[in-house]
């Protein structure tokens, strides 16, 4: 079954806007990942939060969790064009051996 | 030097067929999965294998049968193919410990069935 589900399903922003990515999920976890596909390429694994963890930044993305709210946010910060991709979070419940995907958000970054 | 490589990246063949694809990591890593992704992207896994035990088979019909001959590979063959089994199929890898580390995705086999 389908364990996140993404908001929104696509995005278009121009170079330099910030872009923000939700992701909502129905059961308790023990973290939720995030990863970009980038078009005709696998995942690319950006950043893994626990459940005990609020925020976590890598670079130009910083990660939110709310566990109250069962929901995560993804947020890039002076986009560029090779940020265009899809972006998908994952989750793991720590009972299932493994990750169950999200409906992932296309991002589209114009010059 | 690519860390999660998959053969062939292209596969179209007919209705019936019998194929394989191949999946190799040099990562080091325990464990090793294959994931279909459809058309609409949905991303889902099929098989999960630890150090070359399956620890996950999620439904899949018995016309897929992943085999891994060492911890570094893991091979997928699918027998009497249908048009319902379009889609990428991709290997992937993490160290030992499913869900709890990052996840390492090899770039895809785009199966076409005509």
């Known amino acids: 079954s389908q364990q996140g589900e993404e908001d929104p399903q696509a995005l278009s922003i121009q170079e330099g806007e910030n872009a923000t990515m939700n992701c909502s999920y129905r059961?308790?976890?023990?973290?939720l990942q995030w990863y970009r596909q980038n078009s005709g390429r696998g995942l690319v694994h950006l950043i893994l939060?626990?459940?005990?963890?609020r925020e976590k930044h890598s670079g130009r993305l910083r990660v939110t969790l709310d566990t109250s709210k069962k929901s995560s946010s993804l947020l890039i910060t002076a986009s560029r064009a090779a940020d265009t991709a899809s972006y998908f979070c994952a989750t793991y419940t720590g009972t299932a051996s493994k990750l169950t995907f999200g409906t992932g958000t296309r991002l589209q970054v114009t010059l | 030097d690519t860390a999660v490589s998959q053969t062939p990246k292209y596969l179209v063949t007919q209705m019936g067929n019998d194929k394989s694809i191949k999946c190799e990591q040099n990562?080091?890593?325990?464990?090793m999965y294959w994931y279909k992704q459809d058309s609409k992207k949905f991303l889902k896994i099929m098989f999960s294998?630890?150090?070359?035990?399956?620890?996950i088979n999620e439904t899949v019909p018995n016309r897929f049968s992943p085999k891994s001959p060492d911890k570094a590979h893991l091979n997928l063959h699918i027998n009497s193919l249908e048009l319902g089994d379009s889609a990428v199929y991709f290997c992937?890898?993490?160290?030992?410990?499913?869900?709890?580390?990052?996840?390492?995705f090899g770039d895809g086999t785009r199966l076409s069935i005509l």
């Open positions: 939060i626990r459940s005990n963890e």
């Open positions: 992937a890898s993490s160290p030992q410990g499913v869900g709890n580390q990052p996840q390492h």
């Open positions: 294998y630890n150090n070359k035990e399956l620890i």
């Open positions: 059961t308790s976890i023990n973290n």
């Open positions: 990562l080091g890593h325990d464990t």
